[in-house]
């Protein structure tokens, strides 16, 4: 049996349906109320899914027992808030993380605890492409609250044994995602014929198609234990982009002649990178990105072709003051 937090969003649904379809029993734990769980209705209706209504800080060893795996997604997911809420945002990254900790200590018996790490804890990198050893330096808000969760990790496995994993990735994408990602306010905006907004430009992103990110994850959850525990693993497609030119091929995407315009970077990222190696979940995981970026992009815009044709007239995401 596994355990997914955060399943309500979009990568903990994704990988709850996956498991689902393997033949996996899953318990799904998420703050957000049933009713409001849309990204869960199809699972909502499977004999293998359980929904867990609570928080991951209230989390308790009777919700961990009788589950083998523990795959932690739950977090506060956006580099914008933390720079508004960064108490919030350790609160729900680090300090879940160490009470998800806690809680698969006392109650024993589970074999693997994935944890999601991004690609922003590395926001400085000292070599080029990072691999699983290059050290954390997290450049925001929302980067040292993820360090500090993949810290947290690796601190109760030495110390309790706990069978950590950790999986970690740039900028995910597709159909369902956040759509406070940059991506989605994009292309929300180019197909309605609106400016697109780009903080800073130069800074480069791996972008990944949600596919690849799942497969990547199923994969780690049902590899033999001494092939996993006790290792990281960069998932990503391989390509390095500036942002810039990923405000281009979203326009290009939507095929539309919007202006870009730019402002200034966010704090801390003018000269980010990522630039993953993902050589060893390739040779680890059987891992291999499948969707290039422009694809990823594309399958995305479709469908948010799709949210725009069903809601004529909604108001467009906030863009950032300049």
Same mark, same amino acid.
């Given at each position: 049996?596994?355990?997914?937090?955060?399943?309500?969003?979009?990568?903990?649904?994704?990988?709850?349906?996956?498991?689902?379809?393997?033949?996996?029993?899953?318990?799904?734990?998420?703050?957000?109320?049933?009713?409001?769980?849309?990204?869960?209705?199809?699972?909502?209706?499977?004999?293998?899914?359980?929904?867990?209504?609570?928080?991951?800080?209230?989390?308790?060893?009777?919700?961990?027992?009788?589950?083998?795996?523990?795959?932690?997604?739950?977090?506060?997911?956006?580099?914008?808030?933390?720079?508004?809420?960064?108490?919030?945002?350790?609160?729900?990254?680090?300090?879940?993380?160490?009470?998800?900790?806690?809680?698969?200590?006392?109650?024993?018996?589970?074999?693997?605890?994935?944890?999601?790490?991004?690609?922003?804890?590395?926001?400085?990198?000292?070599?080029?492409?990072?691999?699983?050893?290059?050290?954390?330096?997290?450049?925001?808000?929302?980067?040292?609250?993820?360090?500090?969760?993949?810290?947290?990790?690796?601190?109760?496995?030495?110390?309790?044994?706990?069978?950590?994993?950790?999986?970690?990735?740039?900028?995910?994408? &597709?159909?369902?995602?956040? $759509? #406070? /990602? %940059?991506?989605?306010?994009?292309?929300?905006?180019? +197909?309605?014929?609106?400016?697109? !907004?780009?903080?800073?430009?130069?800074?480069?992103?791996?972008?990944?198609?949600?596919?690849?990110?799942?497969?990547?994850?199923?994969?780690?959850?049902?590899?033999?234990?001494?092939?996993?525990?006790?290792?990281?693993?960069?998932?990503?497609?391989?390509?390095?982009?500036?942002?810039?030119?990923?405000?281009?091929?979203?326009?290009?995407?939507?095929?539309?002649?919007?202006?870009?315009?730019?402002?200034?970077?966010?704090? &801390?990222?003018?000269?980010? $990178? #990522? /630039? %993953?190696?993902?050589?060893?979940?390739?040779?680890? +995981?059987?891992?291999?990105?499948? !969707?290039?970026?422009?694809?990823?992009?594309?399958?995305?815009?479709?469908?948010?072709?799709?949210?725009?044709?069903?809601?004529?007239?909604?108001?467009?995401?906030?863009?950032?003051?300049?």
């Amino acid at each position: 049996m596994v355990m997914v937090t955060g399943a309500a969003g979009f990568g903990g649904s994704r990988l709850a349906e996956a498991l689902l379809d393997l033949g996996h029993s899953v318990t799904g734990l998420d703050v957000l109320a049933p009713n409001h769980a849309e990204a869960l209705r199809r699972q909502f209706a499977h004999p293998n899914f359980r929904y867990v209504w609570k928080s991951v800080q209230d989390i308790q060893p009777a919700d961990i027992a009788g589950h083998s795996v523990v795959a932690h997604l739950a977090a506060q997911p956006d580099t914008p808030m933390a720079f508004e809420s960064p108490r919030y945002t350790v609160m729900q990254n680090v300090a879940g993380t160490v009470e998800l900790l806690e809680a698969v200590r006392h109650a024993g018996g589970v074999s693997k605890v994935l944890f999601a790490g991004s690609g922003n804890e590395l926001g400085r990198p000292r070599y080029l492409p990072m691999d699983e050893d290059h050290p954390l330096t997290p450049h925001n808000p929302y980067g040292f609250s993820k360090a500090a969760g993949e810290l947290a990790m690796w601190a109760w496995h030495r110390a309790y044994d706990i069978p950590s994993v950790v999986l970690s990735t740039g900028v995910v994408i &597709g159909p369902g995602m956040r $759509r #406070e /990602v %940059f991506i989605f306010k994009w292309l929300w905006n180019a +197909l309605q014929g609106r400016p697109i !907004v780009v903080e800073g430009g130069r800074q480069t992103r791996d972008v990944t198609f949600i596919d690849d990110v799942v497969e990547a994850w199923v994969n780690a959850i049902q590899a033999p234990v001494d092939d996993v525990v006790g290792q990281k693993f960069y998932v990503g497609c391989g390509e390095e982009i500036t942002v810039e030119d990923l405000a281009v091929m979203c326009r290009d995407t939507a095929g539309t002649s919007v202006p870009i315009e730019y402002v200034d970077y966010r704090p &801390g990222e003018e000269g980010q $990178r #990522e /630039v %993953f190696s993902t050589r060893k979940a390739r040779q680890v +995981l059987g891992y291999s990105a499948s !969707v290039p970026a422009a694809e990823a992009v594309r399958l995305t815009a479709e469908w948010v072709r799709t949210l725009i044709e069903a809601r004529p007239g909604e108001v467009q995401p906030p863009v950032p003051p300049p």
